[in-house]
């Protein structure tokens, strides 16, 4: 889900600054990566639509280290859709640019750990902020909870574990939130012009941006709009892991369902179970 919410941001920041989503995305990467073969054909719908054709290499890339070898490696931009991190882990060094283009000079991604600090409080400060406090204090990618949510590697499991602070690997995961506060941003996304507007909104849908590709929550009553996703963390012998998904089913029924744990059955994806779920609904 927080490729979705880095989408929802990418397409707020284009709306505002009037790039379109053909333009090019390494203006906006630091300024010292060396751009591999094709990379510099890469747009913006491009990497909102796992279209770059970046190496598979790095499909789960989160690390500053991957995000510069990757663009090294280079890309096919127009390529069959396929879900890769990195491409929306480049997000994290985009958005403090496209921020400083819009209105805030100093925000830049040159830097690691600005370009991390910037990325989140962009999207606390311009998209949860627009959200009359459906969004609470503690979410974020470093949170700060005295007592917080342990993930276990199973439901059976008695021991759990603590995620790290993902603030260093924000953009293709690392949002803390609870499910009430996803249902939240899939709400005001659907029926309100406080996070984009709707021709954008529009956009956003038809060439799935920030969605998973065509057919792959394929339900009974249609070609769903959903993001899932999970993830694995061991740390000194535990292992820690969260199942989660966002999904529109276009009937003006929305759904956030996250566990804190491995699911069992329908290959353990949160979003199997949301479809799966609105399908017997109508039984």
């Keep these: 889900m927080s490729k979705t919410i880095t989408a929802i941001a990418v397409l707020r920041l284009l709306q505002d600054t009037g790039i379109g989503l053909n333009a090019a995305v390494w203006p906006y990467l630091p300024s010292d990566w060396e751009l591999g073969n094709n990379f510099e054909g890469v747009r913006f719908r491009h990497l909102l639509s796992h279209t770059s054709g970046m190496t598979g290499v790095f499909s789960d890339a989160l690390t500053d280290e991957e995000a510069k070898l990757a663009v090294v490696l280079g890309a096919a931009p127009g390529a069959a859709p396929a879900y890769r991190n990195i491409n929306f882990t480049l997000f994290r060094y985009i958005i403090p640019k496209l921020w400083a283009a819009a209105e805030l000079p100093h925000a830049h991604a040159d830097n690691n ?47 759990g574990m603590d995620f790290p602070n993902f603030a260093p690997l924000a953009g293709a995961a690392g949002w803390f939130m609870t499910a009430r506060e996803l249902a939240a941003i899939m709400a005001f996304l659907t029926y309100t012009e406080n996070l984009i507007d709707d021709p954008t909104r529009t956009v956003m849908d038809a060439f799935r941006l920030g969605w998973r590709e065509p057919g792959f929550y394929q339900g009974a009553f249609g070609d769903y709009l959903g993001q899932g996703g999970f993830i694995r963390w061991t740390n000194n012998g535990v292992q820690g892991r969260v199942r989660a998904a966002v999904m529109k089913f276009g009937v003006q029924v929305e759904a956030a369902l996250v566990a804190n744990s491995e699911i069992s059955g329908l290959s353990g994806s949160a979003g199997n179970i949301l479809v799966s779920a609105y399908d017997a609904a109508w039984s």
């Excluded at 400060?125 to 459906?134: C, P």
């Design 113 to 159: 750990v600005a370009a991390s600090f910037f990325y989140a409080v962009y999207i606390i400060e311009r998209i949860f902020s627009q959200m009359g406090g459906a969004i609470g204090e503690n979410a974020s990618t470093s949170p700060l909870e005295p007592i917080p949510t342990r993930y276990y590697p199973s439901a059976g499991a008695t021991q």
